[in-house]
Nanobody, 123 residues
Framework: QVHVVESGGGSVQAGGSLRLSCATS????????MGWFRQVPGKGREWVAV???????SYVDAAKGRFTISRDNAKNNLYLQMNSLKPEDTAKYYC?????????????????WGQGTQVTVSP
């Protein structure tokens, strides 16, 4: 079992930056893929960025050039640097960890989830 905890959310004005962190504990040696997803009320959870244990990354088009995903493999911790934030980035952001290689952007690919951290971007 793996425990996942996000931190770093908050409220910022458009154009600002936030850095999300995700700490994992437990059987972390089983983790390969990690990713960030986000969700707004009334909508499904959508992927933002994913990273494999070899450092291969993938971003949703809306995040390219603004967000950077990174991980500390020694600790299996995950980070998301978000710059040039827009009001449409407002959502609850979730950290996910999966036991399969070859990261995919589907929520079904991930086995462990945190409780989420709220990001609010005002105009």
């Amino acid at each position: 079992q793996v425990h996942v905890v996000e931190s770093g959310g908050g409220s910022v004005q458009a154009g600002g930056s936030l850095r999300l962190s995700c700490a994992t504990s437990g059987y972390t040696s089983s983790i390969y893929c990690m990713g960030w997803f986000r969700q707004v009320p009334g909508k499904g959870r959508e992927w933002v960025a994913v990273i494999d244990d070899d450092g291969t990354t993938s971003y949703v088009d809306a995040a390219k050039g603004r967000f950077t995903i990174s991980r500390d493999n020694a600790k299996n911790n995950l980070y998301l640097q978000m710059n040039s934030l827009k009001p449409e980035d407002t959502a609850k952001y979730y950290c996910a960890a999966g036991i399969y290689r070859g990261c995919r952007n589907s929520t079904a690919w991930y086995n462990y989830w945190g409780q989420g951290t709220q990001v609010t971007v005002s105009p």
